[in-house]
């Protein structure tokens, strides 16, 4: 499996981005995408998580409202639109999977940069 991000860059505070991660080497049964971030001096933290066959999606409370964890399963890619950012939001976005649906991101991107 393999994981690429793009879409990051540098915003002001209110405006939104949209990251993508285009996915390959995913099985075509059920899987668990999720996008990680990680700032400077603090520890990674789990943004959001979608379920591949039922779309079930979940947030961390820093972002619920204003991000919107989506996929598209055709294209094998994974989005994360964040709308209102706020300066606490820089930090580096992975995208991850977790091929047993336990919570175990067994596979990573390299990271793109998200600075508000």
């Known amino acids: 499996v393999q994981l690429v991000e793009s879409g990051g860059g540098s915003v002001q505070a209110g405006g939104a981005l949209r990251l993508s991660c285009v996915a390959s080497?995913?099985?075509?049964?059920?899987?668990?995408m999720a996008w990680f971030r990680q700032a400077p001096g603090k520890e990674r933290e789990w943004v959001a998580s979608?379920?591949?066959?039922?779309?079930?999606?979940k947030y961390g409370d820093s972002v619920k409202g204003r991000f919107t964890i989506s996929q598209d399963n055709v294209k094998k890619t994974l989005y994360l639109q964040m709308n209102s950012l706020k300066t606490e939001d820089t930090a580096v976005y992975y995208c991850?999977?977790?091929?047993?649906?336990?919570?175990?991101?067994?596979?990573w991107g390299q990271g793109t940069q998200v600075t508000v």
């Open positions: 991850a999977a977790d091929l047993t649906c336990v919570g175990k991101f067994g596979y």
């Open positions: 080497g995913l099985p075509d049964s059920n899987y668990l």
């Open positions: 979608i379920i591949s066959s039922t779309g079930t999606r």
